[in-house]
């Protein structure tokens, strides 16, 4: 089945204590990307990377890393995070055909709370 | 960079009516403008999306429509079912090359009711 999968779906953490966020798609994508979601601020982009070894900062990259070593991985890094990244984090791939970015495909979303 | 507004925030119409969302984006290299739809507690799907080398693109019930001089599209969806309830986010990003590349911007979403 095609699919993104992220892990884990729920985490409850503390301020500074270090998290990864793993995000995987099976449809040999080369496009993936990270959005946080917050109420009445709609998605926000994190990073995106177009493919293997190449990654951009989104709109809101502030506090976040992300690596694309291998294409069907992009994880999500928060080295110390803060109660201001508690929210609900998606990630998602799409193909890039002829240079032209397509329907992006949305992983089941991973609900993070720091205090 | 690019950003995108979306009205209205919320919008309450009767089973059989039409529902229309805007949005307007700012930057003029924007030329894919996709739309999606998430229903409570699950992932945005997408629903239909437009390029800018085209005006309308209609799909059964939906339909976008694209002004790229006046810089915003809209969504619509005729004769609504309940089953239509859900958050509906507006999106745009630029194909071209270039520093935007790769970026994709959301509009702020509008919950759609739809009331038996």
């Known amino acids: 089945e095609a699919q993104v999968t992220q892990n884990p779906r729920y985490l409850i953490t503390v301020t500074g204590k270090k998290l990864t966020v793993t995000c995987s798609q099976n449809m040999n994508h080369e496009y993936m990307s990270w959005y946080r979601q917050d109420p009445g601020l709609g998605l926000r982009q994190i990073y995106y990377s177009m493919n293997v070894e190449v990654t951009d900062k989104g709109d809101v990259p502030e506090g976040y890393k992300v690596s694309r070593k291998e294409k069907r991985n992009f994880p999500l890094i928060l080295e110390s995070p803060s109660p201001n990244q508690t929210s609900l984090y998606f990630c998602?791939?799409?193909?890039?055909?002829?240079?032209?970015?397509?329907?992006?495909?949305f992983g089941p979303g991973t609900r993070l709370t720091v205090l | 960079g690019e950003n995108v507004e979306q009205h209205p925030s919320t919008l309450s119409v009767q089973e059989g009516d039409s529902a229309v969302i805007k949005c307007t984006y700012s930057?003029?290299?924007?030329?894919?403008f996709p739309w999606y739809k998430q229903e409570l507690g699950k992932r945005p799907q997408l629903i239909i999306d437009?390029?800018?080398?085209?005006g309308e693109k209609k799909d059964q019930r939906i339909a976008v429509t694209l002004n790229k001089t006046a810089k915003h599209f809209s969504l619509h969806i005729t004769e609504t079912q309940p089953e239509d309830s859900a958050v509906y986010f507006c999106a745009a990003t630029s194909n071209a090359g270039g520093t935007s590349y790769g970026k994709l911007t959301f509009g702020q979403g509008t919950i759609l009711t739809v009331h038996p």
């Open positions: 930057d003029s290299a924007s030329n894919y």
């Open positions: 437009i390029r800018s080398n085209v």
């Open positions: 998602a791939s799409s193909f890039v055909w002829e240079g032209l970015r397509n329907e992006q495909f």
